[in-house]
């Protein structure tokens, strides 16, 4: 017979709770907080009052302990010589109302737990307001093991205030006193524990837990190690327990309160060990607290008190109220809003641990930190980085920075794991494909709604911010945005499509208002759109179209085409936003500041800004000219491949007014058909909704300021028989090969 890892103890309930008050049986009083309902509890009574079997529990020896210290702050004489592995809920229940103490429940608010019992029905009820007013029952079983009441006077009060609403019989009195015995004697109740041997390890310890126990919350490395700490350092348990509880209310002062993680003590712990150890696996971290020299195996007091203290060093920084609201200004920079926009808080932890190490290690400055982090979780919201098998993840990035020394090598590793993740063939590839999901909390989406954000879009259709709608302090019983479907579901229906995969994909939602749904409805697009889209002028419309990602004659589109067209668009807006946060975009995509004429022309020419003199006119010869029509057209199509622009014509290349007189047009709406016109014939009438121009003053003279967004596909210039494809490089326009523009369009319209 192949040796046991267990031991049979017996116990009474008085002994067990005897011994946790002494602290001989470890008790944490916040291993996890207190999940059982208190209709439950007053069930476990129940049993054991009937006589009932109430299942067995499992605790781990712990010889490898010594010290002084021992679990909680009420003053136990000992230290735990066993630690409860399985039963955690019923002897939290059973300790709370046998000694009357409060327990933490899972918001960590303090809540005591009142059973109440008739001793005539010999029934157990949880108290409430009417039954502390009902003579017939103890309202708080607790009172019958305090030690200063006595049993036979609790009775006799009970019996005499009984008797001022009925009356008692003699029979009824002998069995209301049995019922008081009976109820007081369940301290004899007897329960059998398995104590696992001191010998085995915290992994055996796990593994016996999980193949006995098929419900609840299976332990991890984390448990055990806040288990350790209320050994060793319950202060610094406590200080993970108030953090926790603080940051799910708001408070009247500095709190870590906030809207995006209500953290739990495991989440806080793991931050700190990574910032601490440069660890992510906590399978060694246990051992190391123990004081166990990994090598040898043999335990030291003085190795646990330095690692001990390098815990401590790590948690006072994670709990830094100001480190931890300037991390989450990076989550602001970075387009999220609040916990419904976070598909997995092992990306958001695991980014403070990094922000941590930047500011306290590497001394990176605060604005150049705070974009770094915005960029780096962005990039793992994005791609769910940490969504499966997160301590492997973890551990690889924290095991690149364990030589890092210096602030810009930090950076540095940052942005290469960023570059390496997200390549071309990511944008044009992997995110399109990743879009192509009804999941409601796909990742890709969610990013998608940060990228609205990062582009200070407006909801489709409206004047109001996507992100104004999405503060969480603007909460209702109706969200005021509402995820609508471009193509509703009933007209789906009459087109064959019902299976809600197809029905409820990604790409087949925009934001809109909520008044604005409902009077879509079941409409078609080719509906409703006409109607909506009267509510904006071109130039609005083209920025519309850019944020929500919609095809140029989208509601004319097949449904699955559309899909498609729409996925690789909505890849390049959350692309843009991206490359804007980390400062690859100057300007931000989707939308052309409108400065005064004076403003840019006082800075000169630039890569989003040229000076023409003239539209049409050679002023040396005072001709129509094709060729400076050629150069505004060439400048157009440039800023149309890149990254938009401006325009100005009415101005000479060193900033002088020439006015539009030169062009001798009999008015400026006749100007403005000209160059309609000139577009539409010789780039392409789609891109006259990326081309918007004005006329505005400028010192004495009046100048066309033409405002091009970038376009979503490459445009050339019909010069006679050859089409020429241009950019933008620093202030000039360069035509680009045949090959090159091959390349360029791979990358800039790839996605």
């Not at 301590?391 to 020394?405: G, H, I």
């Not at 899909?563 to 490359?579: C, F, N, W």
């Amino acid at each position: 017979m192949s040796q046991t890892v267990f031991t049979k103890v017996d116990f009474t309930l008085g002994a067990l709770m005897d011994s946790i008050q002494l602290g001989s049986v470890g008790l944490p009083d916040i291993q996890r907080p207190f999940v059982w309902k208190n209709a439950k509890v007053r069930n476990l009574f129940d049993s054991m009052y009937r006589g009932f079997p109430v299942g067995y529990l499992l605790f781990w020896e712990n010889a490898n302990v010594d010290g002084s210290k021992t679990i909680g702050t009420d003053g136990k004489q000992k230290v735990p010589q066993m630690l409860i592995v399985d039963g955690q809920q019923r002897l939290t229940s059973l300790y709370a109302v046998i000694k009357g103490v409060p327990v933490v429940r899972e918001n960590y608010d303090s809540e005591l737990i009142e059973i109440a019992f008739n001793p005539l029905l010999e029934r157990f009820e949880v108290s409430d307001a009417a039954i502390r007013k009902d003579k017939s029952f103890i309202s708080n079983i607790s009172i019958l093991w305090s030690k200063n009441v006595d049993l036979f006077e609790l009775v006799d009060e009970y019996l005499d205030g009984l008797k001022t609403v009925r009356d008692i019989t003699p029979e009824e009195r002998t069995r209301i006193r049995k019922a008081f015995t009976k109820l007081q004697n369940l301290l004899n109740f007897p329960f059998t524990t398995l104590a696992l041997s001191a010998g085995i390890d915290e992994e055996q310890v796990s593994e016996v837990f999980v193949r006995i126990n098929s419900e609840g919350k299976t332990l991890n490395q984390a448990d055990f190690i806040l288990t350790l700490m209320s050994v060793f350092w319950d202060e610094g348990r406590a200080q993970l327990e108030d953090f926790c509880r603080q940051a799910r209310k708001p408070g009247m002062g500095p709190s870590p309160f906030n809207h995006f993680i209500q953290p739990d003590p495991d989440q806080l712990l793991r931050v700190c060990v990574g910032l601490g150890f440069r660890r992510a696996r906590l399978q060694y971290v246990y051992s190391i607290l123990r004081g166990k020299d990994l090598d040898s195996g043999q335990f030291s007091a003085e190795r646990r008190e330095r690692q001990f203290e390098v815990l401590k060093q790590a948690q006072s920084r994670v709990l830094n109220l100001t480190y931890w609201h300037d991390f989450l200004k990076a989550i602001l920079l970075a387009g999220f809003r609040s916990d419904r926009m976070i598909s997995s808080k092992n990306n958001l932890l695991f980014a403070y641990i990094l922000y941590l190490l930047g500011r306290t290690e590497y001394g990176v400055a605060e604005p150049k930190l705070r974009q770094l982090i915005a960029q780096w979780f962005f990039m793992t919201a994005l791609t769910g980085r940490y969504s499966s098998s997160p301590e492997s993840k973890m551990e690889f990035d924290l095991a690149r920075l364990r030589v890092v020394n210096d602030a810009d090598v930090f950076v540095s590793v940052l942005e290469d794991i960023c570059g390496a993740t997200l390549t071309n063939d990511y944008w044009s590839i992997t995110l399109p494909s990743d879009l192509a999901t009804a999941a409601a909390n796909s990742p890709s989406m969610f990013a998608y709604f940060a990228a609205l954000n990062l582009h200070d879009a407006r909801v489709l259709f409206s004047r109001l911010k996507v992100a104004e709608l999405m503060d969480p302090a603007t909460r209702s019983n109706r969200s005021a945005l509402e995820r609508h479907h471009l193509f509703p579901k009933a007209h789906l229906r009459s087109l064959g499509i019902v299976d809600l995969r197809d029905v409820n994909q990604i790409a087949n939602f925009t934001m809109i208002e909520w008044g604005d749904d409902s009077d879509i409805s079941d409409a078609a697009p080719s509906a409703y759109l006409p109607v909506l889209r009267e509510r904006v002028n071109g130039k609005d419309l083209a920025r519309l179209y850019y944020w929500h990602a919609l095809p140029e004659s989208w509601e004319a589109m097949t449904y699955h085409d559309f899909l498609r067209k729409r996925r690789e668009l909505m890849a390049g807006v959350i692309r843009d936003a991206y490359k804007r946060l980390a400062g690859e975009l100057p300007t931000e995509a989707g939308k052309v500041a409108v400065p005064p004429v004076e403003s840019f022309v006082k800075d000169g020419e630039g890569v989003t800004i040229e000076f023409k003199s003239t539209l049409r006119t050679n002023l040396h010869t005072g001709d129509k000219d094709p060729k400076m029509e050629l150069a505004v057209l060439k400048t157009i199509a440039a800023f149309l491949n890149t990254q938009g622009g401006t325009l100005v014509v009415g101005v000479a290349d060193d900033g002088n007014p020439v006015g539009i007189d030169a062009d001798k047009f009999p008015n400026e709406d006749r100007m403005n058909l000209h160059l309609t016109n000139l577009v539409k014939e010789r780039i392409g009438s789609p891109s006259m909704l990326y081309v918007h121009p004005r006329f505005d003053d400028y010192q004495d003279t009046r100048v066309m300021v033409v405002e091009c967004l970038p376009g979503r596909v490459p445009v050339f210039v019909r010069d006679g028989s050859v089409e020429r494809f241009y950019i933008r490089t620093g202030a000039a326009t360069s035509e680009l090969s045949p090959s090159q523009t091959q390349n360029f369009v791979a990358q800039r319209f790839a996605a």
